[in-house]
Structures are given as structure tokens and as C-alpha cells.
């Protein structure tokens, strides 16, 4: 069987014009035409098309790139250049035109802010192609490793030594250049030591910056490359990262809204979350469902209060606990006298209110009953008798716990894993983006709002196709007029 071979020396030619280096079903022409149907104007990017003096690339090339760059994992800013050299799609998306990496990480830079927006245009064009419905939403969030070692987080007694010992390099440093001042005025002073003097000084405003970050004591440590992130424990162990939070949207699992906090848990995002996509979609949604880690009474309680129905078990109903015996379930509520009755049929009454959390505790009048009690052991075994503590809107739990329990809510929870946890999970292992490139809460914002809307786009394709996406888009950017 003859073997088929290429040769370096066979003589081409090439097409005549760029426009013919990709197919007409290409997936670049979609992502093309995705960035030419936002606004540009809403997104606080200036464009003047008689701007005059020395040239710049344009921002709608820019955006191109980085979307088109963060959709198949090319992030970094020497990778996206040279893409544009060697990559026939990037040659074709630029129109042969190849900015240097610094004019691209200048970009990012400078524009963190529109960027960020991006993703909420992409929702309301995929809310115009019929992709999202926004009638129910899944919260969920992930971990994702901040541009910090584990070597950058430190404690405040280190900053506060390390800042003296800087102020006492700097001062030092100072004297110097005094007396090399004084004994040779008509020479010029010592490069190297006003570098070193700059250097210092840079550091003293890095380690102020990381210092003031631990907010009085708040937090324990804080990193000196990063000084927004915080120490959050991954499967590997601990590590300076962001919580990236998510709310996609039931129909076809499109990302709705993300956020990037430096919350080490989850458990005061809800309201924000779901309050902030029904913002981005321009509509109320029907149900907001999450895992057991957002149960938080008083935030589901600000979203059950606008009539949306809550589907978030607690952390007893996630673990599938049994009620364990003397639990607070037997011992009944009189709303009436504000007491609570035990099993056997004793008072307890209202001992101490917190006035912040409106927590209230209730204990047996008389200990000796409980001491008499033949429950004695299993349901106390405090010689003060039995406490109970009430939640300030423990009636609000327990109705949620109850609707989390019907066949309707648990209809809606069993399709949570498979629409939340494949956003992260394409952005993490096929994108590679299991940690940030650009650090701060804003760059991180910034990589998660292009990694969010790639993820989007790679859905629309996979639902539409290619050029069915195409035409619809540019039925969006030029409407037919009737």
C-alpha cells in the first residue's frame, strides 16, 4: 500500500483574499458576528470613526480577540498574540492585523469595566434568540484560585515588621543620597540607589495595601500579590482564591449572571445573586433554587418575600438526618403565651432575647423537673434542665423546609447538579481556567464575565449551529424593517 506523503518544497498558491481562509460554518464567524451585535456604547467604549492622530487598534477587534481567545482557552496575552500569527481563525477574526501583547493586556486593562459588561449583553441577545427563559434559576458557586502563591498570604504581625523595616531602609537610603548630594554637587547622583529608593517605596505601598485589607482584624491573613483575595480551602488544601458565583438558567443551562467575591462560603449570596440576574434578564423569575449551602433563613426569607418560590433544603434536609430523639420538633410552640411545652407536658418559658440576631432562648422553670423527668439523660443532661433556642423567624424556616419537601420542589432540585455544575466544569477542565491570570476583584470579574460569556456562546452553537446563529445575529444587529 503506497504511503502519502507532503513536501515542504510543493509550490501553492494562496486564496486571494483573507475572507476565503475559513469556511462559511466556521465557528469564528459566529463569534464575529456576536461582538458586531453589542453595544458598544452601553459598554462605555468610546468609538469615533474620524478620531484623528496617531492610530490605534480598533475595540471591536480587541473584544473579538479576547472573547474569541478565552472560548478555546488561549488567555494570556503572549499566547493571544501569537495566535495572530499562526492561527488561520485569529488571521481571519483580525482581518491580518496583529497587536503586540502589551497593546492586548493594555486593553483588558484599561477597559475592566465595560468588559465586565459583556456577559449582560450576551444574556439579552440570548434572551431575543429564544435560548433563555428566565423562569426558573440555580445559584451555585465555585472556588477558583487567585494569581497568588501560598507564600504571599501572610499575618499582620509579619506586615507591620516588614513595614518598619522598610521605613528604616528608606530613611537610610535617604541619608545616602543626602551626603553623596553634598560631596558631589556638580556630578549626577547614583542610578542604582534611586532605583532601590523607588523599589522600597513601591514595596511600603504593597504592604500598606495588604495591611489595610485584613480590616481591623478581620481577617487573619492577606496576601501581598493580591491583597482582595482570601485563604480559601480547596480540594488540594488552602490557597489564596475567589468565589465565583453563578446563576444559570433552567431552558438550556445558559449562564443568566456571575460574580467574583472574596466570600469563603456561600452562605450570604443568595439574595444578591438571584435579585442581580432578575436585573440582567429584565424580568422576575418564578423559582430560585440552590444547594443547602445558601441556607441562610434570613436571605432565602428576602427572596421568598418577593413571592419567587424557594427551593433550598437546610443542612439537616441535605444530609438526610433522621429527627433525632427530643429534638425541638416534639416540643410544641404556644404562640399565645410564648413558651414552649416539652413531650411530657412541662413549660418552657422565655429567659433571654438577642437583641440583634432576635434569637430567643427558652428554659424550664423549675430545673428539678427535668432532674425528676424519667427522660432524664436522653433529652438533657444539664442540672439546669432543658433549652430551647428559637430562631427570629423560625416560622419562615420551617415553612421553607416544607416546601422544599414537596414533589414540585423536588422535581426542580433534581435538575440542579446538571444545569450549574456544567458551566464551571467547562470553564475549569475544557477552558483550563482553574485559576486567574489578572489579579484583583476586578480582573478576576473581568475573566469570569468573558469565561461566562464563551460558555454561552459554545451553547448557542451547539443549540442553533453555526450559520443558524449567524443568521439570526445579524437579524438582531440589523433588524428588517417591516
Partial sequence: MAYRCGSRDQMALLPSSIEEYVPADAPVRAYDMLIEALDFQALEIPINEFKV?????????????????????IRSSRKLEQAVYDNMSFIWLMGGIKPDHKTIAEFRRKNKKSISKVLRQCVRLCIKLNLIAGNVLFVDGSKIAANASKKSMHKRKWYEEELKEIDERIEKLLKECEAIDERERKQPSFVSMQKELCDKQRLKKRVSQALSALDGGKSKQSSLSDPECKNMKFKQGFHPGYNVQSVVDDKYGLIAHAEVTPAVNDLNQFASQVDQAQEALGIKCEVACADSGYADTDELAKIDSQGIHVVVPSQRQA????????????????????????????????VRREKTSGKRHYRIKKPGLCQRCKHFGKCTESGNGRTILRLGNEDTKGRLELQYSTTKSQEIYAKRKSRVELPFGHMKRNLGADHFLVRGISGALVETSLLATCFNVARMLTLKGVKGAIEELMIIRCPVIA
Avoid at 496617531?54 to 478565552?70: A, D, E, F, R, W
Avoid at 427530643?326 to 413558651?339: I, L, V
Fill in 319 to 350: 444530609l438526610h438526618k433522621p429527627e433525632q430523639p427530643f429534638s425541638k420538633s416534639e416540643f410544641s410552640y404556644d404562640r399565645e403565651q410564648d413558651c414552649y411545652r416539652c413531650p411530657e407536658g412541662n413549660k418552657l418559658e422565655l
Fill in 53 to 73: 492622530g496617531n492610530s490605534s487598534y480598533h475595540p471591536k477587534s480587541m473584544m473579538k480577540l479576547l472573547v474569541y481567545g478565552y472560548s478555546y482557552g
